[in-house]
């Protein structure tokens, strides 16, 4: 399974960034995808997850203000980010898990928040 993420970049205080993940490969059999992120000197951290069945969790610091969703038929999943604030910058990162539970990442993107 090969993952690539586009849509991060610099944005201000409360402003809002979407996110996306293609996926391609051997992607049957893929039971969940998620977004984690990574800020300097701190682990990676849950962002937003959701199953093959559509069921979906966030990370208690994004929850209200993010949502993520997949489109089946582009292979494609997106984070959508609102209200954004400064500790919100970090590398976002997509992953996937398959039936056999094996994770793949993708390189991650880069999202910045800053006046």
């Known amino acids: 399974v090969q993952l690539v993420e586009s849509g991060g970049g610099l944005v201000q205080p409360g402003g809002s960034l979407r996110l996306s993940c293609a996926a391609s490969g051997s992607i049957f059999g893929i039971l969940a995808m998620g977004w984690y992120r990574q800020a300097p000197g701190k682990e990676r951290e849950l962002v937003a997850r959701i199953t093959s069945s559509g069921s979906t969790n966030y990370g208690d610091s994004v929850k209200g203000r993010f949502t993520i969703s997949r489109d089946n038929n582009k292979n494609t999943l997106y984070l959508q980010m609102n209200s954004l604030k400064p500790d919100d910058t970090a590398v976002y990162y997509c992953?996937?898990?398959?039936?056999?539970?094996?994770?793949?990442w993708g390189k991650g993107t880069q999202v910045t928040v800053s006046s």
């Open positions: 992953n996937a898990r398959n039936l056999l539970e094996m994770d793949f």
